[in-house]
């Protein structure tokens, strides 16, 4: 209701969430800075197994993961757990203890076994691994404890990505053209994936029928590319 001048520029801000500041002095000017790190971008998630102190495999799992803020912490009161910060043990709502077993990174490898291969894991060696066992494995990409995503190992990015306006293109094309039956816009090929595979990035297996991290194996890999030890 005032007049004002036409306005040409708006200043935008977002809030910080977790955040650090740079300097804990008051009269440094670094005091006012922050780090502040990306949802979904912390470096560890735990793996964590119910079961006694021996951590005896049991199928329930949960996770645990550590901020940015937090690591920071954590590794300036201990520097020696740089390799595993997170706690050994955690405990759900319930009171039920949940044991580590093992803390992903992004780029870490795992193996998806089948169901007859996590009643046997014998069934698995890892010198000599089928063309169909090789296609179980996935590399970690990013999650917190809430999800975490994967993709398949020997991918670095995908070369399709049809989504919105052009996905809807080319449907149109081809219900048109060609007379071809799709269902729905859900079943056109959206990546060299093929059929319905909606993103780069997922917590299931290919064929969506696999939550990754409820059942996986953490590889572990020397820097020629050989299976040095399975996690399971």
């Known amino acids: 209701g005032k007049k004002h001048h036409p306005i040409i520029k708006v200043r935008t801000s977002s809030g910080f969430g977790k955040q650090r500041q740079v300097s804990e002095d008051k009269d440094s000017v670094k005091y006012k800075q922050y780090i502040v790190n990306d949802a979904g971008s912390n470096l560890y998630l735990g793996v964590y197994e119910g079961g006694s102190e021996e951590r005896e495999a049991l199928a329930v799992r949960k996770f645990e993961d550590i901020g940015l803020v937090k690591l920071i912490e954590t590794l300036k009161q201990d520097p020696s757990r740089r390799n595993n910060p997170l706690p050994n043990k955690i405990e759900d709502k319930k009171g039920n203890e949940y044991y580590w077993k093992f803390t ?7 193996y998806v076994p089948a169901e007859e291969e996590i009643q046997n894991p014998r069934l698995v060696n890892f010198n000599e691994l089928t063309e169909k066992q090789m296609e179980s494995i996935y590399k970690y990409v990013d999650g917190n404890k809430q999800f975490a995503n994967f993709i398949p190992f020997q991918v670095s990015s995908l070369i399709w990505k049809f ?33 319905g595979s909606p993103q780069d990035k997922n917590q299931n297996t290919k064929d969506n029928r696999t939550q990754v991290k409820r059942v996986c194996w953490k590889l572990e890999i020397d820097r020629l590319g050989n299976i040095t030890n399975v996690i399971r």
């Open 104 to 110: 992903l990174s992004p780029l870490d490898l795992v």
């Open 163 to 195: 989504h919105n306006k052009k996905r809807d293109d080319i449907y149109n094309e081809l219900k048109s053209t060609f007379k071809i039956g799709f269902s729905s816009k859900k079943d056109l090929i959206q990546n060299e994936y093929g059929l």
